[in-house]
């Protein structure tokens, strides 16, 4: 069974990175054909998703937080990370680590992290 846990710092200040790890085990980040993805959901919003980063270690984010959001690797110790610098406190959700999107899945999401909460403020 894939396991992801999302770990990392639950407050950061505004115009600061905000950074997080996801621990995959019981697969690979790297076998053929699975994304790793980011997603989030703000208080009484919806989901969002942030970005991915594919098995060959390609990467691709959502318009809207492209140039704010850096996705990476660490093959070795089965981990991805997101960062997202210049926060503000829009940027307060619930985040999650998921595995997908998934062709073999409707596109969807089949394996996901517990969630992290994250809250910006000074």
């Known amino acids: 069974q894939v396991q992801l846990q999302e770990s990392g710092p639950g407050l950061v200040k505004p115009s600061q990175t905000l950074s997080l790890t996801c621990t995959v085990s019981?697969?690979?980040?790297?076998?053929?054909?699975?994304?790793w993805s980011w997603i989030r959901q703000p208080p009484g919003k919806g989901l969002e998703w942030i970005g991915y980063i594919a098995y060959r270690g390609s990467t691709y984010y959502s318009p809207s937080l492209k140039s704010r959001t850096s996705i990476s690797r660490n093959t070795s110790k089965s981990q991805f990370t997101l960062q997202l610098s210049s926060v503000t406190p829009e940027d307060t959700a619930v985040y999650y680590c998921?595995?997908?999107?998934?062709?073999?899945?409707?596109?969807?999401?089949?394996?996901w992290g517990q969630g992290t909460q994250v809250t910006v403020s000074s």
């Open positions: 019981g697969g690979s980040i790297t076998s053929n054909y699975y994304y």
């Open positions: 998921a595995r997908g999107p998934d062709s073999d899945y409707g596109g969807g999401y089949n394996y």
